[in-house]
């Protein structure tokens, strides 16, 4: 068997100087019916993930809920500490290494007021 006959990526010139791009095979194009190819920035894996985001949320016609271009978060790196310290090593760590950081929320993790705090199932025992 050679290598053209399970390879379906074809290769076409499109002009940039000995720089090949693929092309989809004719075979495959057919037997994929409606495909999109999806123009974002540079940092496709992001909008990719926005898009199936907004995508989970509509039914063709409109939105449970307003999408945005950008979550809260948007391009940035999160770092979560759990404890005083991490968060005392996280911020030392960044003005270290000249990085400009921003806290998103307050310093005090509270359970919403709506969560359970008993749990209904009871407790084993033992045998």
């Known amino acids: ?3 053209s006959e399970f390879i379906f990526e074809a290769t076409a010139d499109d002009g940039s100087h000995g720089k090949r791009k693929g092309k989809l095979h004719p075979d495959l194009k057919s037997a994929m019916g409606m ?3 999806v123009a974002g920035t ?3 894996t992001y909008d990719l993930n926005r898009a199936m985001m907004a995508v989970a949320s509509s039914n063709g016609k409109e939105f449970s809920h307003e999408p945005t271009g950008e979550s809260w978060v948007a391009r940035s790196n999160m770092a979560a500490p759990y404890t005083k310290e991490e968060h005392d090593m996280l911020h030392h760590a960044y003005g270290a290494i000249g990085t400009p950081v921003q806290s998103a ?3 005090h993790r509270r359970e919403p007021e709506d969560t359970h705090k008993i749990s209904p ?3 084993f025992k033992g045998y």
């Open 1 to 3: 068997m050679r290598a």
């Open 35 to 37: 495909i999109h190819r």
């Open 42 to 44: 540079a940092d496709r």
């Open 105 to 107: 929320t307050d310093d």
């Open 121 to 123: 199932v009871k407790g």
